[in-house]
């Protein structure tokens, strides 16, 4: 199974700050990699998928990126309704798996 | 407008056969390239992958539950289901279900459910 390791665990930034969090896949995933916003009580909500493309209706602030087996989710900007949690997921072979989570709160 | 609702039996006991239905509307699983999956969500914790179902009735496990997974569908009436066997505590969790299409070569849950909770316990 392809492993991908998420961090950090949690992070807290102020308003306007840039943000990255971080997956490394345990094994070549190509592009197949997608990155999801959860708000409290709420469903995942697609950000980013095949690496670096920008879902529908996602502000410009959010950008995705691959060095290798690494991929980043950056937040330029950051502003108070990005608070959640933030996952990502491999898509490249089954099982699908995604990384533990990244607690994202405001300073 | 595309959605999707989980609906399950809420609480059930262990041992027994866990049954979840995703009503879906705004797309259908005979389309090509369409496929819908089910992730699961202890509280307070990750998200967890179980199956995906494609149009072509061609269906993906997550091996770690085993042979406890039996994914289906009902293309006329727009349904996706899900069945656990031999359901213990550590199944507690909130169910939801995505629309996971193809496009382009790129594969991805755009839409996702409400989620239904389901409590395992005696």
């Known amino acids: 199974d392809i492993q991908v390791t998420q961090s950090p665990a949690s992070l807290s930034a102020s308003p306007e700050e840039i943000v990255t969090i971080t997956c490394q896949a345990s094994?070549?995933?190509?592009?197949?990699l997608l990155w999801y916003q959860q708000k409290p009580g709420k469903s995942p909500q697609l950000l980013i998928y095949s690496a670096t493309i920008l879902a529908d209706g996602v502000p410009s602030r959010f950008s995705g990126s691959r060095s290798g087996t690494q991929y980043s989710l950056k937040i330029s900007r950051l502003q108070v309704e990005d608070i959640g949690t933030y996952y990502c997921l491999q898509v490249s072979s089954s099982p699908l798996t995604f990384g533990s989570g990244t607690k994202l709160e405001i300073k | 407008q595309v959605t999707l609702k989980e609906s399950g039996p809420g609480i059930l006991q262990p041992s027994q056969t866990l049954s979840l239905t995703c009503t879906f509307s705004g797309f259908s699983l005979s389309t090509y390239g369409m496929g819908v999956g089910w992730i699961r969500q202890p509280s307070g914790k990750g998200l967890e992958w179980l199956a995906n179902?494609?149009?072509?009735?061609?269906?993906y496990y997550n091996p770690s539950l085993k042979n406890r997974l039996t994914i289906s569908k009902d293309t006329s009436n727009n349904q996706a289901f899900l069945k656990i066997t031999n359901v213990d505590t550590a199944d507690t969790a909130t169910y939801y279900c995505a629309r996971f299409p193809t496009n382009w070569g790129a594969t991805y849950f755009d839409y996702w459910g409400q989620g239904v909770m389901v409590t395992v316990s005696s």
């Open positions: 179902i494609w149009w072509d009735d061609d269906k």
């Open positions: 094994q070549d995933i190509g592009s197949s």
